[in-house]
């Protein structure tokens, strides 16, 4: 899926973040940003109708090419006021098919129509996965966290415009 296409994408992070971003050079900004995992949220809206199996599979795939070492995770689901941990040994794939079960839970089977809401909270601890506006659960992985944060802000980034922006923003 060509993000710049199907999706829009907007990052969103604390001041904390832009002061010591405006502190340094934009290569040590870029840096900084894909070094450590700031708490950052990541919402994509949906441009055009696309089917759930593809766009979960999509996420997945940009993340897991950015996965490292394996961690412990523990997964978090939300249904009806009802909150289930499930402690897994994460091997980077059970991360992922974790990452592409909240996704498809959010969309309930249904393809992901235009206006669609992803939004992906990552901090230090994991990230938290909602579909328009309803948290699907949070996945305790930093290794998974800081991956997804990488799909938009390493230098094979899908979003070139979003990074540049980022970093332009912040050094002002």
């Given at each position: 899926i060509n993000p710049n296409k199907i999706y829009s994408v907007g990052m969103y992070a604390n001041e904390t973040l832009k002061e010591s971003m405006a502190e340094r050079s934009s290569?040590?900004?870029?840096?900084?940003?894909?070094?450590?995992?700031?708490?950052?949220?990541?919402?994509?809206?949906?441009?055009?109708?696309?089917g759930s199996q593809k766009m979960a599979n999509a996420i997945a795939e940009s993340v897991g090419t950015r996965t490292s070492?394996?961690?412990?995770?523990?997964?978090?689901?939300?249904?009806?006021?009802?909150?289930?941990?499930?402690?897994?040994?994460?091997?980077?794939?059970?991360?992922?098919s974790q990452l592409k079960s909240l996704i498809l839970g959010g969309?309930?089977?249904?393809?992901?129509?235009?206006?669609?809401?992803?939004?992906f909270d990552c901090t230090r601890e994991g990230i938290e996965v909602a579909v328009n506006g309803q948290s699907q659960g949070t996945i305790r992985s930093p290794n998974l966290a800081k991956a997804f944060c990488n799909?938009?802000?390493?230098?094979?980034?899908?979003?070139?415009?979003?990074?540049?922006?980022?970093l332009e923003y912040c050094q002002k």
């Open positions: 290569d040590s900004s870029a840096e900084l940003l894909q070094s450590s995992t700031p708490p950052a949220t990541f919402l994509l809206k949906m441009n055009f109708k696309v070492t394996a961690t412990t995770a523990t997964t978090t689901t939300t249904s009806q006021d009802i909150d289930i941990d499930i402690d897994i040994d994460d091997n980077n794939h059970s991360s992922l969309m309930n089977e249904q393809p992901a129509k235009k206006g669609t809401e992803f939004r799909v938009y802000l390493d230098e094979n980034t899908v979003s070139p415009t979003l990074k540049s922006s980022c």
